[in-house]
Nanobody, 126 residues
Framework: QVQLVESGGELVPAGGSLRLSCAAS????????VHWFRQAPGKEREGVSCISSGGIEYYEDSVKGRFTVSRDNAKNIMYLQMNNLQPEDTGIYYC????????????????????WGKGTLVIVSS
């Protein structure tokens, strides 16, 4: 059974940093694009960042320059390094994967995910 397990969420003060991890029990992990979403209290889930199977990174405007997405295909893990966190970054962060079938894709988006984690809670205090 495929599992995505997030970790690293916690309470941090504004301006602080966190690194979220997502361990994936996937065969051929490198053939997936990997994604981070978040859901703030009272809001819909939104895409935050993704990294294509070819290693190209994408970020939503609100996190550009502060967040960095990465992946380690040898370990089946994806990461989201979050710096200069602000109260509006508070929410449940989810990882997700999308099968693309090769390791050379340059695009990723936030539609049609195959697998989801259960989320990790990030709280940024002001």
């Amino acid at each position: 059974q495929v599992q995505l397990v997030e970790s690293g969420g916690e309470l941090v003060p504004a301006g602080g940093s966190l690194r979220l991890s997502c361990a994936a029990s996937l065969v051929n992990f490198a053939y997936y694009s990997v994604h981070w979403f978040r859901q703030a209290p009272g809001k819909e889930r939104e895409g935050v960042s993704c990294i294509s199977s070819g290693g190209i990174e994408y970020y939503e405007d609100s996190v550009k320059g502060r967040f960095t997405v990465s992946r380690d295909n040898a370990k089946n893990i994806m990461y989201l390094q979050m710096n200069n966190l602000q109260p509006e970054d508070t929410g449940i962060y989810y990882c997700a994967t999308d099968w693309v079938g090769d390791t050379a894709r340059v695009r990723c988006d936030y539609d049609g995910m195959d697998f989801w984690g259960k989320g990790t809670l990030v709280i940024v205090s002001s």
